[in-house]
């Protein structure tokens, strides 16, 4: 058997240019890509396995622009509860400190469980902690475990290297030097990154933050990654102390100080972009440049609020992410597509998103800020990443638009199946070939060894 038949969709969210939903139609999956899209296309494809989809919803797999998987390690740690960004992340690097491979391993392992779970099937990664000593290289666990699992990922080589004593954020234990940095980034491109159409794996090259690395890290960075054709990613414009930041270290606010570095154009993307204003806007959209909205964090660290509706209006791109699990606390994307909508509408009021603009946002919107061409929509030749949902359950009944059904009313855990590059990876709501107490025990206990260090450490 090498592909599938989805039979008489009741409704297909193509997300295609024209922004096509049509009904009654069946799609072709063979190996990893869309073959066709059509009526009737069962009969002339005896060899496959036939899905009913009558009364389902199909669309592309949803996309997460930023997360740090790590962090699913250390969720709901008390003392990092109810603290603004900065505040936050001075108590939590005490934690994180003592990460050994084996936690980077159960994190990303965790992060990628329950994103697939709940119908993502691409994704990235910001990994940016390097802790003193360690030999085994953190991307490269991340990369195995995505391969275990068979998600679409694009790590990003994160870094810190100005640290506390050098007027930065992070203490000296997690900081590395730019040589290090950049020395280790470009071998990981070398070694992984698959620049060909439906590619597993891509790499990006993100260092955290402004108030994390230096500007010439920054510089350089951005200069290896247009020599290797590799996407930038960081943080920008999260919080109101991060502009206040910037002014009064470098006497620019945080867009225009990532210009001035290089940090602007269709390979760059950026975490949050809360406050820009609105010649901000215009520059990141005209320069292509994208914006990883993450509506769940900005709320629970009070960060602020993503204009998305200025930036669609502008033709910005932009995508949804969950953001790392510390601040979150989950790996959802239906819960971010709510809460997107939610918190869109209390903003704009009446020029707010329709279920459907939220929906695209994380498909589509997410695949073009991730740089992919080939996923993200479906069309024949488009890779087979796509999620098939059931709209006869109590959740939906007595919803009468199938689009407000899946983002508005629902649970967010009604995912049926899952395809990623033509593989069938989620079935009957269950993740195929993983035991999930096992995954569950094993995560949970190298989380709380981990975070019972810091406590013996006394720090
Ligand atoms: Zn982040």
């Not at 960081?234 to 225009?256: I, K, L, N, S, W």
Request: aromatic share 6%.
């Amino acid at each position: 058997m090498s592909g599938y038949v989805l039979k008489n969709i009741s409704c297909l969210v193509t997300c295609n240019d024209r922004d096509e939903i049509v009904s009654g139609v069946d799609l072709v999956i063979r190996d990893r890509q869309i073959e066709a899209i059509g009526e009737n296309l069962a009969a002339a494809n005896p060899e496959l396995e036939v899905m009913d989809c009558q009364g389902c919803l199909v669309g592309p797999g949803l996309v997460n622009t930023h997360h740090h998987f790590y962090q699913t390690m250390f969720r709901g740690i008390p003392e990092a509860q109810g603290l603004a960004l900065f505040d936050w992340l001075k108590t939590l690097y005490r934690y994180w400190q003592h990460m050994t491979p084996d936690v980077v391993y159960q994190g990303t392992r965790t992060a990628l469980i329950e994103l697939i779970r709940t119908g993502c099937t691409m994704t990235t990664d910001h990994h940016y902690v390097f802790p003193a000593g360690q030999k085994e290289n953190p991307i490269e666990i991340q990369i195995g475990a995505a391969r275990e699992l068979g998600m679409r990922f694009h790590p990003t080589r994160g870094s810190m290297s100005l640290s506390e004593k050098d007027g930065g954020l992070p203490p000296e234990s997690v900081v590395q030097t730019d040589h290090e940095i950049l020395e280790d980034s470009a071998r990981l491109v070398e070694a992984f990154h698959d620049p060909e159409p439906y590619a597993m794996t891509r790499i990006a090259l993100a260092p955290c933050s402004p108030f994390s690395v230096t500007l010439d890290l920054m510089r350089r960075t951005a200069e290896l990654a247009r020599e290797k054709k590799v996407m930038l990613h960081t943080h920008v414009a999260e919080t109101v102390d991060e502009e206040q930041y910037c002014m009064d270290t470098h006497g620019m606010r945080p867009v225009d100080l990532m210009e001035s570095l290089g940090w602007m154009g269709q390979d760059v993307w950026y975490a949050h972009a809360i406050h820009l204003n609105d010649d901000e806007v215009a520059r990141m959209a005209a320069s292509g440049t994208g914006i990883a909205h993450c509506p769940s964090s900005n709320m629970k660290l009070g960060s602020g609020i993503c204009r998305v509706t200025r930036i669609l209006e502008q033709k910005g791109k932009i995508g949804l992410a969950v953001d790392g699990s510390a601040s979150n606390d989950g790996s959802n994307l239906w819960q971010e597509m709510k809460r997107a909508y939610l918190l869109n509408h209390l903003f704009y009021g009446q020029r707010g998103l329709s279920a459907y603009q939220a929906f695209r946002l994380a498909t589509r919107g997410g695949a073009e800020v991730l740089g992919r061409t080939d996923t993200g929509y479906l069309a024949p030749g488009m890779a087979a990443d796509l999620i098939v949902i059931s709209l006869e359950d109590p959740a939906f009944a007595g919803c009468h638009d199938p689009l407000t059904a899946v983002v508005n009313c629902g649970s967010s855990d009604l995912v049926d199946t899952v395809f990623i590059n033509g593989k069938r990876v989620v079935h009957n709501r269950i993740l195929l070939g993983v035991d999930l107490r096992e995954a569950y025990s094993s995560a949970h206990r190298a989380a709380r060894d981990c975070v019972a260090k810091n406590t013996s450490a006394g720090n």
